[in-house]
């Protein structure tokens, strides 16, 4: 915790969970890694894909559309190799569709409600300029899978970060109404940023043995580029916000369990679905 | 009664699976095969080594499913199909002729300079969405000719 910004954070909070899963052992430390990165993706990906036809545009539609493909692979990727790490006979399919809320390690940015197009957006861009940096470390780690995922991967997550802050500039230099709604969206989300950036016991371990990524690295650079984008879309960064955390403990916000009924219903209603 | 089909050995044949897999279409773009679009990494005597284009690409599955049932007509049965990720698929590993065969079909091929509409080869274009109908395309249009048409994205 001592890599977050100074913070009246309660201990209760952040602390050892109920819910938490010893990893003392390197291969549950890799599969709680993994379960983080994998879930990130596919939880985002199944809140843009709400947006499926019913985008602002069809263009739009089309943008949110792939960008939530483009996640839901990585999240495959991701939880394939996790469920290997586990090595119970667990896959990617198994491991989306049969885990409980509290079993979920994404952080809460990604399970937010997606709100206006604005709100959207304002967590796209804090999301992916987040992963994007992530993933270019990643690119280097000495596991080699995660090293080609994330190399894979951050081609598609350069996109999304440019795209998304181009809409941040667009709305908030826009109309009174766009920039309201832009300022609104950020607000909401910024809270769950700390987050991020989270240096815990795990991804310090898995970071010394130079397989994960100490995000407290790169959070000036982070920092500077949503500064440069707000002071372009002539918004105030949001302040003075009470950050909350606990997603990659598996504390979760009420959102998330609405989001997982409605994307588990199916395989856990006819497990032998198959298309 | 059961149809056995041979079993051919693929040491000496690398030529013959190159062609047979040549021959399978890509399920987006189908004036495209997968070899065109620089999907087959490498054919060994016991393994054919694919990649994804993109992260999420639907088609993925598909293509992997179609190079098994043109192996298995061809009696490469024994051959495994393996996905590589690295290195990262680009737009550079799609072949000369596959860029040709992009530009009769309609879809301006990758590349870093001006794009050129396909119709009537103007460079006088504009892009009008960076997503189109596949996560590799992109909507651009024409102002001399007005047509709409697609982009294979640099990637």
Known sequence: MASLPPIDTPSGATGAGAFDVPAEREGGALFEYLLRLGDDALILGQRLGEWCGHAPS????????????????????????????????????????????????????????????????????????????????????????????????????????????????????????????????????????????EADDLTLFLAGKGIAADPTLFRADYDGEVHRVLAQAGIEPPAGQRPILGGRRGHHSEHLGHLLAAMQFLPRTYPEAAW | MVKQLAHVPVKGHEEGVWQILAAVPDPEIPVLSVVDLGIVRAVEPDRVLITPTYTGCPATQVIERDIRAALDAAGFRHVRIETALSPPWTTDWITAEGREKLHAYGIAPPGRGAVHCPQCGSAHTQEVSRFGSTPCKALWRCRDCAEPFDLFKCH
């Open chain 1, 58 to 197: 069809v263009e739009v539609d089309l943008s949110l559309a792939n960008f939530a493909l483009d996640l839901i692979g990585q999240a495959t990727f991701f939880l394939n190799y996790a469920g290997e790490a586990e090595g119970k006979g667990r896959d990617g399919d198994r491991l989306a569709f049969h885990r409980d809320v509290l079993d979920f390690r994404n952080c809460l940015l990604v399970e937010q409600p997606n709100g206006d197009f604005a709100q959207t957006m304002a967590r796209q861009f804090l999301f992916s300029t987040w992963q994007r940096r992530l993933f270019q470390h990643l690119a280097a780690s000495a596991d080699e899978t995660i090293a080609a995922i994330a190399a894979k991967a951050v081609k598609e997550v350069t996109y999304h970060a440019e795209l998304a802050a181009e809409w941040v500039i667009r709305l908030g230099d826009g109309t009174d109404e766009s920039r309201r709604r832009m300022a609104g969206g950020l607000d909401w989300m910024a809270r769950f940023v700390p987050e991020l950036f």
